[in-house]
């Protein structure tokens, strides 16, 4: 993993200073809060309903055992003891005081952490599979990459000041679990005649208008890719719109250019700014693959994971679902659930928090990741430890086996926290996953994905059930999509209909889901194999009791 | 376009905590919804905004949030003004647990 240099610490330093200066400033009154507002937004703080927030980056959602010890103390210290994990791998403190705030980041920074580009019109905490260097189907670990393009974008002087905030998430897999098509700029590595490269997808987003990103370059070479990038954002800071907030995203951009037009000014851009690249990326980029050297696996047997599968169907029912398959033979990669049934989802206790760093100390080579999905992931572990780390999780409820099914629920912070929203999100979640609870294992995999609003940081659009929370006339009201897709075959979800009131949404998903239970060929097809097998009118006949479901009214 | 004028409360958050606060009717602040002053009169509600926006030094974002007479006080009047005159439903945090204490 990469471990800040001296740079990377006296500009943390630097900044934080800054800001505490800042701070003072505004509580001596010396700084209104229009002033203040764009400063406290650069690092990360936000205003909330009931409250501050603190935004804090994990880039490519990785950290050391240090690290999450030391997202805990903060926890404690500044906040109410947990921390919430999210769709964008980041983690927030949904408590602190502005006073605190300044003493908050001075403690990030001694771990290497900060909150800097978490929020602006900037290039944002850069995303990435949180299986990276360990999934089997990778075809190389993208983080040296994306610590590349962390370092190039923060606090790059032409890019901080975007039409908009900027997203970029990339994956070494072709098998995307980074949601590539759903970010402004989405990089899939491809081999090309043995060459490591990028397909790079642009303009793709959630929001108020969602996009499935584009395919710019099917291909660009690793040691083109930076130039590329900064192509795009050149050419978006040139012409994206900034008219009107709600059309500057790039996907505005390009769907008002066109995709041909946005390539040519790309390219021309490109051709300029390729030559002015000396190659001093380049030669970061080799020490960052040093950095993100695979750790010194170890061979062992495995028969303790063997027996205890055969034996124990707790530990069966853990392993079946929350392990993924690694590429070093022995290991295996775990996902700890944050959907205990009734929990918030991503919710993180400080105790779960510094149990975890524990076990990724002795048994996950001192790496976690956070996913988009909002879960914990131990990388690396040797199937021979999986038994003993099961029951250290069980005994901190960390061990739900419930990954990828209808309980794995996203959900945005939703009107209990945020002030953006329009409805609530977790208690839904909370509900959906109780309600469901014991025939999930039956339902199989399914991706219910919630927003309190039409920012989709829940990315609804996205889910196979898609749920989002809006104030009609003053009452909270859940539209419901159908159909949609993260991953590489990613599609939006089919607006279902009329929205349901608050008590009545999870007896609407019920109804959908009795449907396809009811519509499957087999347990084995999934609900998405059902929902494109036969569309969304069974499914929607099912929500509002119409067609053959009439009767049942 | 103008919109018809509801009963309202001024509410601000804290410059400090980040915490919601309203305006009461001696003129200070309470953490308490149902402790703050029910403008029934547009013109002077707006009056009491403007006074509010003038403390900087305290606020952040003031603004009239619709409220409706109580038994016990003024009451939020929309689901949102309920959420933060209470704090979160998912855990007994913010004022619900304040009040407890």
């Keep these: ?553 | 376009m103008s919109t018809r004028f509801t009963t309202s409360v001024v509410t601000a958050n804290d410059l400090f905590e980040g915490d919601v606060v309203y305006l009461t009717p001696q003129g200070g602040w309470s953490r308490i919804h149902a402790e703050a002053e029910l403008f029934t009169d547009q013109a002077a509600a707006e009056a009491a905004l403007d006074a509010a926006n003038a403390q900087p030094d305290r606020l952040v974002g003031a603004y009239l949030a619709p409220a409706r007479s109580g038994p016990d006080g003024p009451e939020p009047a929309h689901f949102r003004e309920e959420f933060r005159a209470r704090g979160p439903s998912n855990y007994l945090h913010g004022k619900q647990a304040e009040r407890m204490c």
């Design chain 1, 1 to 553: 993993m990469y471990t800040y240099s001296e740079f990377d610490r006296d500009f943390l330093a630097t900044r934080n200073a800054q800001f505490r200066a800042q701070v003072e400033r505004r509580i001596a009154g010396n700084l209104t809060e229009e002033e203040f507002r764009p400063l406290r937004l650069m690092n990360g703080l936000y205003l909330q309903l009931h409250a501050y927030m603190l935004r804090v980056a994990i880039p490519y959602g990785t950290l050391r055992s240090a690290q999450m010890r030391q997202l805990a103390l903060i926890a404690d210290k500044w906040d109410k003891g947990y921390g919430h994990f999210t769709t964008r791998q980041n983690i927030q403190y949904n408590w602190p005081r502005l006073r605190d705030v300044p003493d908050i980041l001075d403690a990030l920074a001694e771990v290497g952490m900060h909150a800097i580009q978490t929020s602006g019109n900037c290039v944002r905490n850069v995303t990435a599979d949180h299986f990276a260097g360990a999934a089997a189907d990778e075809i190389a670990d993208p983080r040296p990459v994306a610590e590349l393009l962390r370092q190039w974008s923060t606090d790059h002087p032409e890019f901080q000041f975007l039409p908009r905030k900027f997203k970029i998430a990339i994956t070494g897999s072709p098998n995307d679990r980074a949601v590539t098509r759903a970010h402004d700029i989405g990089l899939r590595m491809v081999l090309q005649d043995g060459q490591r490269g990028f397909e790079v997808i642009v303009g793709g987003g959630l929001g108020r208008t969602p996009v499935i990103g584009k395919v710019l370059a099917e291909f660009i070479p690793e040691a083109d890719l930076l130039p590329y990038i900064e192509a795009i954002l050149s050419t978006y800071n040139s012409f994206g719109r900034r008219d009107n907030k709600y059309k500057a995203r790039i996907k505005i951009m390009v769907n008002e250019l066109g995709l041909e037009e946005v390539r040519a000014r790309v390219q021309r851009r490109f051709e300029t700014l390729r030559a002015e690249w000396q190659g001093a990326d380049q030669a970061i980029l080799a020490d960052l693959r040093r950095d993100f050297a695979p750790p010194a696996f170890r061979v062992a047997p495995t028969e303790a994971y063997e027996i205890a599968y055969k034996n124990d169907p707790v530990f069966r029912s853990f392993a079946d679902t929350n392990l993924a398959q690694h590429w070093q033979e022995g290991y295996t990669i775990v996902t700890i659930s944050l959907k205990a049934h009734g929990a918030t989802p991503g919710d993180a206790t400080s105790d779960q928090m510094r149990l975890m760093a524990d076990l990724a100390e002795r048994y996950g080579h001192d790496e976690l990741r956070i996913s988009h999905e909002q879960n914990v992931i131990l990388p690396h572990v040797h199937k021979s430890d999986l038994p003993a780390l099961h029951a250290a999780l069980q005994q901190a409820g960390l061990a739900t086996a419930n990954v990828g099914l209808i309980s794995d629920i996203i959900a945005c912070p939703g009107m209990d926290y945020c002030a953006l929203a329009t409805a609530r999100s977790i208690p839904v979640a909370q509900e959906i996953a109780t309600a469901f609870e014991a025939r999930e294992q039956d339902i199989g995999g399914l991706k219910i994905k919630i927003s309190g609003c039409i920012n989709a940081c829940g990315h609804h659009h996205v889910g196979h059930i898609g749920i989002l929370g809006l104030d009609r006339a003053g009452v909270e009201n859940y539209q419901i999509t159908l159909g949609g897709d993260a991953t590489e075959t990613a599609a939006l979800g089919e607006r279902a209909g009329p929205g349901f009131a608050y008590d009545q949404i999870v007896p609407a998903i019920e109804r959908v889901i009795d449907a396809y239970l009811d519509l499957r060929e087999d347990p084995q097809e999934e609900f998405i194999q059902t929902f494109q097998r036969l569309g969304a009118q069974p499914f929607k006949d099912a929500l509002y009791l119409t067609g053959d479901r009439a009767d049942a009214a």
